[in-house]
């Protein structure tokens, strides 16, 4: 009971979120999944202004945009003068992992391309992910074809925050899975173990990289392992990176962190505020 009655609080204080600023739909590529929506930050905030681009979670299979982002972001970032972009992407099984990551930097780059009329700063962006959209930042942030094959390369990136992941080393979570995720994990990686190292962000993190990394997470054991793992082999190839832990187990911790990212009131905010404010310089 005192379970439900927590969850009825945050998704009361969820219903709460600030409005923020209108959003405008841009296509990047000719997919009608290929879409997402760009939040200019506040008004009277100098421009061009950085931006977080956001990518949803969902198990590589479903999710959205609409769906799979959580209230506070686009009203807490552009409320702190901050461009905010979340996107949609191909799922799984109509297109592969790899598919899914070369989306994730097509959307960068045409919000590169369309920098100017946007007034973003295209010198400060940071991909930021949840769950499935987690492992696809960071294989985008750690394996460099996918920006390359968009036109682009590390050097157009300030920063990945991936949000409580547990896919970075692929083989590895693939033989600690439950029955519950299992299917799942076949679904999206196969059963070639070469194709699951390939699609393994910690096994990518030898130099170069994006230039700095935040991994949040909660207190799930294979996330905790996972993000663990993942900051190791980043600091070991001289990448600068943050790793936070926050309260939360299982499935609800997981969708939680997501929801109430934003909410100035939630332990994780202030520590993504302090964060982006040290990249992007304000």
Known sequence: ?????????????????????????????????????????????????????????????????????????APHL??????????NYRLV?????????????????????????????RRRIVLMGHSAGAHLVALVGTDERYLRAA??????????????????????????????????????????????EALSPTLHAAAPNAPRFLLLHVQREEGVAQSKALADALRKAGTPVQINGFEGTGLQGHAQINRQLGDPDYPATPVLDTWLKDVFGR
Do not use: C
């Open 78 to 87: 552009t409320g702190l003068g901050y461009g905010f972009a979340n996107i």
């Open 1 to 73: 009971m005192k379970r439900m009655a927590k969850r009825a609080a945050e998704q009361d204080k969820a219903s709460k979120a600030p409005p923020a600023p209108a959003a405008q739909p841009l296509a990047y590529g000719g997919d009608s999944m290929q879409v997402m929506d760009f939040t200019p930050p506040k008004a009277g905030t100098p421009l061009p202004s950085p931006l977080v681009v956001f990518v949803h979670g969902g198990g590589w299979t479903q999710g959205n945009k609409d769906n799979a982002t959580g209230p506070w972001k």
């Open 93 to 121: 099984p109509r297109v592969t992992v790899e598919d899914q990551a070369a989306d994730v930097a097509a959307a960068l780059a045409e919000l590169i391309r369309q920098a100017d009329r946007l007034g973003i700063d």
């Open 151 to 196: 036109g682009l390369s590390f050097a157009d990136l300030a920063g990945v925050v991936p949000i409580d992941g547990a896919a970075y080393d692929v083989p590895r979570q693939m033989a600690d899975a439950g029955r519950f995720m299992a299917d799942r994990y076949r679904q999206a990686f196969g059963t070639d173990r070469a194709r699951q």
